[in-house]
């Protein structure tokens, strides 16, 4: 069992350029989200996804986009990266449902450099 | 939003050493996680714990929720305990996303 992959594992990618971020998911999680965690700000929530078909806004958005069109796959797309991009990514994936958190579990991340 | 407060935010032990990690939080939750960020940027669960008390080997974790804060004990340190702990709590109703502190930085020394 993987649990949470991401791929890839790290990327240098330069201003401009168009990048999707990749996460799967092999233990039927309903929900899945994408943090960023940059230095001395902990992690921080982009998008999030309750269940296959729906996503919604976290609290830094801007300047990435998400889709969910099946249980296991929640990519996250860069349309046209910025420096400001730069940081680790994290996947994570949970069973919730009912408005009742359950355990939340961390993919690896990507550790990304926009120049 | 919820606001997480973590402390402290740096800390030194000598290996063998106790220590106590803090937890607060601004409102009601219904989720409360611990997670250790290794040196490899890996982040591990350590505790899923809304309310009450567990206890896993040399770590345990306490929660009193009707006063928001959350406590992590540490006994008996080891060098390989260093790293980032992160406290991380989710709201009712507000989805299920996490909300995390900034952490406590551990660093073990031999």
């Known amino acids: 069992i993987a649990g949470i992959t991401q791929a890839p594992t790290s990327q240098i990618l330069a201003a401009g350029r168009r990048m999707t971020l990749r996460c799967t998911q092999d233990?039927?999680?309903?929900?899945m989200y994408w943090y960023r965690q940059d230095l001395g700000l902990g992690l921080r929530l982009i998008h999030y996804s309750n269940t296959a078909g729906t996503t919604g806004k976290g609290e830094v958005p801007d300047g990435y986009s998400v889709s969910r069109a099946n249980t296991d796959d929640f990519p996250l797309t860069l349309a046209s990266a910025v420096p400001s991009q730069t940081s680790v990514y994290f996947c994570?994936?949970?069973?919730?449902?009912?408005?009742?958190?359950?355990?939340?579990?961390f993919g690896p991340g990507t550790r990304l450099t926009v120049l | 939003g919820i606001q997480v407060e973590q402390s402290p935010p740096d800390l030194i032990l000598q290996e063998g050493a106790n220590s106590t990690l803090r937890c607060n939080f601004s409102?009601?939750?219904?989720?409360l996680q611990w997670f250790h960020q290794n040196p490899w940027g890996q982040l591990i669960n350590l505790f899923y714990?809304?309310?009450g008390t567990k206890q896993n080997g040399r770590l345990s974790a306490t929660t009193v929720a009707t006063e928001r804060y959350s406590l992590l004990y540490i006994s008996s340190s080891q060098t390989t305990d260093s790293g980032v702990y992160f406290c991380a709590v989710g709201r009712p109703n507000s989805g299920y996303a996490l909300n995390f502190g900034k952490g406590t930085s551990l660093l073990v020394t031999p």
């Open positions: 994570a994936s949970s069973r919730s449902q009912g408005g009742t958190h359950s355990e939340q579990f």
């Open positions: 233990m039927r999680h309903n929900a």
């Open positions: 714990i809304p309310s």
């Open positions: 409102d009601s939750v219904n989720n």
